[in-house]
């Protein structure tokens, strides 16, 4: 049962374009969303978040955006670099603690930005 | 500033054999957390804890154990390693509950382990 999707494997693009990477999720239940880039051999590393509150969060070249009602956000990279070539994951949460206190990970999309 | 420390980056070992791997975060995080990540899949949770001598169980808890007895050190136990247990093991901190301060969970490099 996968309550969050990135479908897309993988994305190539150009220099200098952008980039626009998707994840959907199941859980109605679910309202703060997260990115998080990984190089080969590294950890994760925070990029960007969103509250449900929200539908746009902007950060540099970074910005989520996030649509409740179809259950989507996506996170938009302009202008894309050669070093933002890295796995690319989405996570969201539903704000209660206990046995529902962690982060959901999609399965991640690897981006290519060719020079 | 070192973050979270995770040791040793490799490991090998065989089936039955058992080992501990480390996770030290230097940044007073009330929360760590232990994931793992298999080939083309996301990022499972193992166990979590909120605070030190608390503990959780995640999503994947089985075959392994954890303690948390300083708010540093968050050790993650395998016992009667499997060939099921290869995959890359990464430690993580956060400030607040589910990563929901202004700089999410801070992870470790990973360790890499492999059963054979």
């Known amino acids: 049962d996968q309550q969050v999707k990135q479908n897309s494997p993988s994305l190539s693009v150009q220099e200098g374009r952008i980039s626009i990477l998707n994840c959907d999720y199941t859980?109605?239940?679910?309202?703060?969303f997260l990115w998080y880039k990984k190089y080969p051999a590294e950890g994760p590393t925070f990029l960007i978040s969103?509250?449900?509150?929200?539908d746009k969060n902007e950060d540099g070249r970074f910005t989520v955006f996030l649509n409740k009602s179809a259950k989507h956000l996506s996170l938009h990279i302009v202008p894309s670099q050669p070093g933002d070539s890295a796995v690319y994951f989405c996570?969201?949460?539903?704000?209660?603690?206990?046995?529902?206190?962690?982060?959901?990970f999609g399965t991640g999309t690897l981006l290519a930005v060719q020079p | 500033n070192a973050g979270v420390t995770q040791t040793p980056k490799f490991r090998i070992l065989k089936i039955g054999q058992s080992m501990t791997l480390q996770c030290t975060q230097d940044?007073?995080?009330?929360?760590m957390y232990w994931y793992r990540q298999d080939p083309g899949m996301g990022l499972k949770l193992i166990y979590y804890?909120?605070?030190?001598?608390?503990?959780d169980k995640g999503e994947v808890p089985n075959g392994y154990n954890v303690s948390r007895s300083t708010t540093e050190d968050f050790p993650l136990r395998l016992e009667l390693a499997a060939p099921s247990q290869t995959s890359v093991y990464f430690c993580?901190?956060?400030?607040?509950?589910?990563?929901?301060?202004?700089?999410?969970?801070?992870f470790g490099s990973g360790t890499r382990l492999t059963v054979v």
């Open positions: 993580a901190s956060s400030s607040h509950s589910q990563g929901r301060g202004s700089d999410g969970y801070t």
């Open positions: 859980n109605s239940m679910f309202d703060y």
């Open positions: 969103i509250s449900s509150i929200k």
């Open positions: 996570a969201a949460s539903d704000g209660r603690g206990g046995a529902t206190n962690k982060l959901i």
């Open positions: 940044m007073n995080h009330n929360y």
């Open positions: 804890s909120v605070g030190a001598g608390i503990t």
